[in-house]
Structure formats: structure tokens, C-alpha cells
């Protein structure tokens, strides 16, 4: 008998709502990018608090009717750590809070990274991952995080961030390079398709000490490319082989210490030359690409867990 739970997910970037089946482990998830306006690098939070009340029921209507849902779960702040808030996770939690109070089910909750975290080893046929220490890279368009991640009492992925980014995210400098290049934001795989059709080209040397590194300096050489008239192909080729650079070598350094495999999450980290190289050099695991960006379904899967679901 089918076993089902509900997902919520209010990112500031896309607005997500999933139904889990325990039972059988099938997932419905229906979720949308937020709008925004060509040439812009994002939105305000109170932009993205007002569209989330705009659209999420629609995506929750769009979900399996006559089901009986066991119990509801939703991304409530970025990370499990104290201090971590967004406002856009409070429209999620509003409508779910509600949802469980009309069916008088339990209304768990958990971090967006945790989302992402479940859905990657959850996509990859890997939720046994979730019983043991593990790397995991959080790779988004507001995230550049190296983690440690290993289960709590309950089995929760608690993660400690061991490295990433120390100023802007690799998302940020895709979307940046991106809406440079006069693509749309966000513009992961507009900028893919792009560097695709680029011959292979040499990395920005990133320097990179106990598995932390800067951005920041890599834009600046985008900004100056693009000035001086290199071709767009060339500059997408660049950013993302820099980006993988970067990514191998705080990989690298981390696995010096962790013997532990290496799970890539986050939307940045659905590029295929990237995976190709983490997959070739540390045997990494991926989510596919509907799992790799924000959603609900790690979401339902963690509210099957809480509510007490052998699932790993």
C-alpha cells in the first residue's frame, strides 16, 4: 500500500512542492523558476516571498489528487546551522503548517541544503549514503560549500562546512558571466551550451589553502575578457573549467583528510564536464538534472524519514 508524503520547498529561485511514495519510492514533483526580468542577477527576498504566494499553490495543484498523505515536511532556512534565514522559506512554511493542521498529520521540517543533500543520493541510487561519513560539494547559485556530512541520532544529514567559496558562490559567477554574455538568469544551462561550443581552454589558476577559495578575482577576469573582445564561447569554456579547477583541487585536499566518498549536490553541479571530471577523478555521485537545482522531492523524502520511514 502506497505510503505518501509531501514536500515543500520556497527557494529564492524557484517555488517546488513534491508527493514521495515510501512504498514504492516513486516521486511526482512540480515546481517552477521564479520570474525574472532579462538582464537582471536575481531578486530582492520580498520579490521572491510575493511570487512564492502567487504560484505555489498552482504547483500544488498540480500534484496527484485523492491521496492520503502520512505527513508533510518543508525547507524552513538555508542551512541546519543557528543563525541561517531567508523570508522566501516562509511562505513554504505557512502553506504547509497549514496543510498538516487540516489533515492533522505531523509537519516536519528541514534546510534547503538538506534537501538538496537527500535528493542527490536519493537521484543516484545512493541513499545508503546517508548512514555514513561522507564529502559532500553544495554547488548553487547562492552556495559554494565543501561539507562533512554524516547522520545525526535520527539520521539527519548534519553538515559542517569544511571548505567552498570565501566571497561569491560558483552559481553567482555563472549567472554574472551569464547575464554578461546577455543570457538569461538564471543561466547555468544557457552558459553550458555555450562553453560546449568553445575548444578547450585554460583555467584561471585559483589558489586554494585548506580546501577555501575566492571567486571574486575570477569575475574580474570575465569582466576584462569581455572587454577586450573574447569571443562569449571562450569566456563560458573558461568560467566553467576554472570553476571544475577550483572544485578538484579543495576535493583534492579534503580527501587528505576524509576518506570518505564524495556527493555533489546543487544546481551548478548538474553541468556535464563537470561531473564528468568529478566522476573520473574521485568516483563522485550525482543527482540527475530535474534533482540537481531546488526542489521539493529531498524535501518529502526527509518527511517519510522524520515520520519514521526505513529509508536508510
Not at 526542489?295 to 526505513?310: D, M
Request: hydrophobic letters at 40%.
Amino acid at each position: 500500500m502506497s505510503r505518501f508524503y509531501l514536500g515543500i520547498d520556497t527557494s529564492n529561485y524557484r517555488t517546488s512542492a513534491a508527493v514521495f511514495d515510501a512504498q514504492t519510492g516513486e516521486y511526482h514533483n512540480s515546481g517552477r523558476l521564479l520570474d525574472v526580468k532579462h538582464g537582471s542577477l536575481g531578486l530582492r527576498q520580498s520579490e521572491a516571498l510575493f511570487q512564492h504566494t502567487l504560484y505555489l499553490h498552482k504547483q500544488i495543484e498540480n500534484l496527484p489528487k485523492n491521496i492520503k498523505i502520512n505527513a508533510v515536511c518543508v525547507s524552513t532556512r538555508p542551512r541546519a546551522i543557528e543563525g541561517s534565514y531567508m523570508p522566501c522559506f516562509l511562505a513554504g512554511e505557512n502553506v504547509a503548517r497549514s496543510i498538516a493542521s487540516v489533515l492533522d498529520v505531523p509537519c516536519f521540517t528541514a534546510s534547503h541544503q538538506q534537501g538538496h543533500l537527500v535528493a542527490a543520493a536519493f537521484s543516484a541510487d545512493k541513499l545508503d549514503l546517508l548512514n555514513k561519513d561522507l564529502l559532500a560539494w553544495h554547488l548553487s547559485g547562492g552556495t559554494t560549500e565543501l561539507l562533512f556530512v554524516k547522520p545525526d541520532e535520527n539520521g539527519m544529514p548534519q553538515a559542517k562546512q569544511i571548505g567552498g567559496t570565501s566571497d561569491i558562490a560558483a552559481g553567482q559567477l555563472v549567472d554574472r558571466a551569464g547575464v554578461l554574455l546577455g543570457l538569461q538568469f538564471p543561466c547555468g544551462a544557457e552558459l553550458e551550451k555555450l562553453a560546449n561550443k568553445s575548444e578547450a581552454v585554460k583555467p584561471f589558476a585559483v589558489k586554494v589553502k585548506d580546501c577555501v577559495f575566492s571567486l571574486s578575482g575570477m569575475q574580474n577576469k570575465v569582466e576584462q575578457m569581455h572587454k577586450n573582445g573574447i569571443s562569449s564561447k571562450q569566456i563560458a569554456r573558461f568560467t566553467i573549467e576554472t570553476i571544475t579547477y577550483a572544485t578538484h583541487k579543495a576535493t583534492k585536499q579534503a580527501k587528505l583528510n576524509y576518506n570518505a566518498p564524495v556527493l555533489c549536490a546543487g544546481g551548478v553541479m548538474s553541468n556535464k564536464s563537470l561531473q564528468k571530471h568529478m566522476s573520473k577523478n574521485f568516483g563522485a555521485f550525482f543527482a540527475t538534472p530535474e534533482l540537481s537545482g531546488d526542489n521539493a522531492v529531498g524535501v518529502a523524502i526527509l518527511a517519510a524519514k522524520q515520520n519514521g520511514e526505513n529509508l536508510w
